[in-house]
């Protein structure tokens, strides 16, 4: 019997990558999509060939017999909504970041856990071929002991328009939209350790511009197309010590005076060998020659291969790649480097509350 899936938000990201990969899916039946914006609601439906629309999230739950759903709305109403579906016993494939508040992410870990939903947080990067490979290599030892990682994304010119720059819905910049691509890619490759102490600094550096011809993420709702709510910052660094004495540093911006780079990049080194994600490398040495070998790995659809691991999941009841207390270990160090900007000094991780 396939599952009934249901949508709640069908911006941007639900009509990339959700849609139209679950209605690929013959395990999945697309029973009805929920937002607030009815006419949106309606036309996405129409397009995938959903049968109800809804801009009430707690009617769709009542009436669709809805066994899971995706929630792809702005980054304050996941944790609320992912609380609203499970306590009506459905499971979750919830976009990122988890949260932008630790404690509001913790709570979300207890109740997925006592109320045994599947919760999955969507991290698509970790289903590239590319990631896989590197996080294959570090397993099987072959860096040895890692004590230094760089993750980073930069953009020249790449601030999204919309909700995105407005705190209040979006609950941070650059670092909650795109550094949490970067450092879960990065912690997740070199085995998940965990964090002692962080230090970060966030700067709205470029702000708002008007620099023409370049693309940029763009959100499906008409407000803020402006950017004119621009409470947020655009840059931020961080530089973070583990337990095992390895030390991430993170760098993150939507824009800024550099070149013009979309990718996330890893680069991981090791006592025995080194990894880079762009390119995609092996550095290692043998019979005491230098060796760089260049991986050949088949580029995959990572989305598709998201939607695909969450509707097995919720099958099988499996527990999936990214289950929330992976997101909220992310979420803690995400609030980490905020609090230390803050408060312009190093933190312990104990001391992070939001
Ligand atoms: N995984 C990725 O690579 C990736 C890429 C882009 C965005 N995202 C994430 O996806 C989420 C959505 O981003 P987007 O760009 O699609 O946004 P969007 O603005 O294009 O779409 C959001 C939709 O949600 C609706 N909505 C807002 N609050 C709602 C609520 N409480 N109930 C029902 N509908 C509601 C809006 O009307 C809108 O149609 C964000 O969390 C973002 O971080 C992930």
């Not at 801009?55 to 809805?66: F, G, P, R, S, Y």
């Not at 650059?174 to 450092?183: N, R």
């Not at 660094?237 to 390895?246: D, L, P, V």
């Not at 980490?336 to 939001?354: F, K, N, Y």
Request: include cysteine; glycine fraction near 8%; proline fraction near 4%.
């Amino acid at each position: 019997m396939p599952i009934r899936v249901g949508v709640i938000g069908v911006g941007s990201i639900a009509e990339i990558a959700h849609l139209p990969n679950y209605r690929k899916n013959d395990q999945v039946v697309l029973a009805a999509v929920a937002d607030f914006n009815e006419q949106r609601a309606q036309s996405v439906a129409n397009k995938f060939g959903v049968a109800a629309a809804y801009t009430d999230v707690e009617q769709m739950l009542a009436n669709e017999n809805i066994d899971a759903v995706s929630i792809c709305t702005p980054n304050t109403s996941h944790v609320p909504l992912a609380l609203t579906a499970i306590r009506h016993g459905v499971d979750v494939l919830l976009e990122k970041p988890l949260s932008t508040d630790y404690s509001e992410a913790k709570a979300l870990v207890a109740e997925a856990e006592k109320a045994n939903r599947i919760c999955m947080i969507g991290m698509p990067h970790r289903f590239r071929n590319q990631a896989r490979a590197l996080k294959h290599l570090v397993d099987a030892g072959e860096l040895g002991d890692i004590y230094y990682v760089k993750a980073k994304i930069l953009r020249r010119r790449g601030t999204p328009t919309g909700w995105f720059t407005d705190r209040s819905k979006s609950g941070g910049g650059s670092l909650m939209d795109i550094g949490v691509h970067a450092l879960d890619l990065a912690w997740w490759i070199t085995g998940m350790q965990k964090p002692a102490k962080i230090s970060g600094q966030l700067v709205q550096g470029i702000g708002k511009y008007n620099t023409l011809m370049t693309g940029r993420w763009k959100s499906a709702d008409a407000a803020n197309q402006d950017n004119s709510v621009f409470d947020v910052e655009d840059f931020s660094t961080a530089y973070i010590r583990f337990e095992n004495g390895m030390v991430l540093s993170l760098e993150v911006s939507w824009a800024l005076n550099g070149p013009q780079d979309d990718a996330v990049k890893v680069d991981a080194y090791g006592t025995k060998g080194g990894i880079s994600l762009e390119p995609l490398c092996y550095y290692g040495e043998h019979n005491q020659v230098f060796g760089e070998a260049k991986l050949d790995v088949v580029s995959n659809d990572f989305y598709e291969e998201e939607i695909n691991h969450f509707v097995d999941c919720v099958v099988r009841r499996s527990t999936p790649l990214i289950p929330p207390s992976q997101g909220a270990a992310v979420v803690q160090m995400l609030s980490g480097i905020r609090q230390s900007s803050e408060l312009r000094r190093e933190v312990d991780v104990e001391e992070i509350e939001v």
